[in-house]
């Protein structure tokens, strides 16, 4: 089994300072819920985001929504052969149980997010389905404790997703941004045992899980 880790993810309930926003509490209205029991949004909270910290990397939790939803849907999570954790922009870690139907619509999926927040788990059938924690990067990397951590940044050395997974260990962490724009920040890189680009033009980060998992199971099942 290996382990895929979206790294300071968008995705968050609406923090303390902007939530008397005009912005945050029409959409609130509208969802008929309080401003701070919502994801922040930059399709609605635009202007109440300007100027924020990290901004760049906040407000696209549909970001997260695509890339969960690309790693939840193939052979290798329903084989019981792929992790799935989502550390968030504020140090919270979401883990993604078995065998679990990620809602394929949005705002679906956005509600789901927001009851997890609140919640700290969600449940079926006495399963838990997805869970939710204070943990830091770091953190979660030692309680991992991978043989190796493969990140993915323009930054980082040339190479090709065929070659990557195939020198992938069995137990390994595979590590990619769950933000629109940037790059890690220092705390995320110094967990990182390598750092991998593909070319000079950005891939969406759903477009590398697509395309490193598939290779992946390229090793695995054929």
Same mark, same amino acid.
């Given at each position: 089994?290996?382990?895929?880790?979206?790294?300071?993810?968008?995705?968050?309930?609406?923090?303390?300072? $902007?939530?008397?926003?005009?912005?945050?509490?029409?959409?609130?209205?509208?969802?008929?819920?309080?401003?701070?029991?919502?994801?922040?949004?930059?399709?609605?909270?635009?202007?109440?985001?300007?100027?924020?910290?990290?901004?760049?990397?906040?407000?696209?939790?549909? $970001?997260?929504?695509?890339?969960?939803?690309?790693?939840?849907?193939?052979?290798?999570?329903?084989?019981?052969?792929?992790?799935?954790?989502?550390?968030?922009?504020?140090?919270?870690?979401?883990?993604?149980?078995?065998?679990?139907?990620?809602?394929?619509?949005?705002?679906?999926?956005?509600?789901?997010?927001?009851?997890?927040?609140?919640?700290?788990?969600?449940?079926?059938?006495?399963?838990?389905?997805?869970?939710?924690?204070?943990?830091?990067?770091?953190?979660?990397?030692?309680?991992?404790?991978?043989?190796?951590?493969?990140?993915?940044?323009?930054?980082?050395?040339?190479?090709?997703?065929?070659?990557?997974?195939?020198?992938?260990?069995?137990?390994?962490?595979?590590?990619?941004?769950?933000?629109?724009?940037?790059?890690?920040?220092?705390?995320?890189?110094?967990?990182?045992?390598?750092?991998?680009?593909?070319?000079?033009?950005?891939?969406?980060?759903?477009?590398?899980?697509?395309?490193?998992?598939?290779?992946?199971?390229?090793?695995?099942?054929?």
């Amino acid at each position: 089994m290996i382990s895929l880790i979206l790294a300071e993810s968008s995705i968050e309930l609406v923090p303390e300072e $902007l939530k008397s926003h005009s912005s945050v509490v029409l959409h609130a209205q509208k969802l008929g819920k309080k401003p701070s029991d919502i994801l922040l949004d930059n399709s609605w909270h635009f202007a109440a985001m300007k100027g924020i910290n990290n901004e760049i990397k906040r407000g696209r939790p549909d $970001l997260v929504h695509f890339s969960i939803l690309e790693a939840t849907t193939i052979p290798l999570y329903h084989q019981k052969k792929l992790k799935v954790l989502i550390h968030t922009i504020d140090n919270k870690v979401i883990r993604v149980g078995e065998n679990v139907n990620i809602p394929k619509s949005y705002h679906r999926f956005a509600g789901l997010v927001e009851k997890l927040f609140l919640q700290k788990t969600i449940k079926a059938d006495n399963q838990e389905l997805l869970s939710i924690k204070d943990q830091s990067f770091s953190e979660l990397i030692d309680e991992i404790n991978p043989p190796q951590t493969i990140g993915f940044s323009t930054t980082g050395k040339q190479s090709t997703f065929e070659k990557i997974s195939n020198n992938l260990l069995d137990g390994s962490c595979i590590v990619i941004g769950g933000f629109q724009k940037g790059h890690f920040s220092d705390s995320i890189k110094k967990k990182i045992t390598q750092m991998f680009s593909f070319g000079n033009t950005p891939l969406e980060a759903h477009v590398v899980i697509a395309r490193i998992l598939y290779e992946y199971e390229k090793t695995i099942f054929m």
